[in-house]
């Protein structure tokens, strides 16, 4: 699909249009998950003990269930599934299976679309579950590492935590080399392969990965104060 380029930034209205809200996975949407775990990095929350681990795998859970809940009930109630139809200026308007396809951009043709969760639709209801989901799966781990021998083992992948944006900007560009689709065997075969090797090598480096290291002296540079 359309992405932006350099000769866009002629057109810098438009531009940051596109960039904010109305392209393929726009800031303002999916900085979400950003600020959210910033917010909970940066906070003494997981700091302490282990009942506020708790809270965090139960807040998590009760979010998405709630989430699931409400599209549930809207759908049971006002039958919210056939009252939608995609647009045809939606990115995903010529996909076979559009529904599965939003590309982060929540259709706009009814408000009804904010009654769904449809993975990557961008509704308030998909951030929601995904990041409630994220929230559980991380107390779970936390709990998990109380256990010394525990923690001792899932070294590599505390490793590959400290690195994140290296790692998926490597799979990024590993994807991006991918010319024709492939069948399900070997797009799972491919993804296994990558997890073993990012891991190996975010051992290997120890630490914050080379993208880490660069963000943080730009911002450093860049503090007031």
């Given at each position: 699909g359309p992405v932006t380029s350099?000769?866009?930034?002629l057109h810098p209205i438009e531009t940051a249009t596109q960039?904010?809200?109305?392209?393929?996975?726009?800031?303002?949407?999916?900085?979400?998950?950003?600020?959210?775990g910033m917010a909970l990095g940066r906070s003494r929350f997981l700091r302490a003990d282990q009942p506020a681990r708790v809270v965090l795998l139960a807040g998590g859970a009760a979010t998405t269930l709630i989430a699931y809940g409400v599209v549930w009930a809207a759908?049971?109630?006002?039958?919210?599934?056939?009252?939608?139809?995609?647009?045809?200026?939606?990115?995903?308007?010529g996909d076979a299976d559009a529904l599965t396809a939003f590309y982060?951009?929540?259709?706009?043709?009814?408000?009804?679309?904010?009654?769904?969760?449809?993975?990557h639709s961008g509704t308030t209801l998909d951030p929601a579950a995904t990041l409630g989901t994220s929230f559980a799966?991380?107390?779970?781990?936390?709990?998990l590492t109380r256990a010394n021998w525990l923690d001792r083992a899932t070294w590599p992948l505390r490793m590959a935590g400290s690195m994140p944006l290296t790692?998926?900007?490597?799979?990024?560009?590993i994807e991006s080399f991918r010319l024709t689709d492939v069948?399900?065997?070997?797009?799972?075969?491919?993804?296994?392969?990558?997890?073993?090797?990012?891991?190996?090598?975010?051992s290997l480096l120890r630490g914050r990965g080379p993208l880490e290291r660069m963000v943080g002296r730009i911002s450093a540079a860049a503090r007031i104060g």
């Open positions: 350099w000769v866009d930034l960039l904010l809200l109305t392209g393929y996975y726009p800031v303002l949407v999916w900085a979400t998950y950003l600020f959210a759908d049971a109630t006002w039958s919210v599934q056939s009252r939608l139809t995609i647009p045809p200026d939606h990115p995903s308007a982060g951009t929540t259709p706009t043709n009814t408000g009804w679309w904010l009654l769904t969760d449809y993975r799966v991380l107390g779970v781990c936390l709990l790692l998926y900007t490597t799979h990024v560009l069948d399900d065997r070997a797009a799972l075969l491919s993804w296994a392969v990558q997890f073993a090797v990012l891991v190996l090598a975010a």
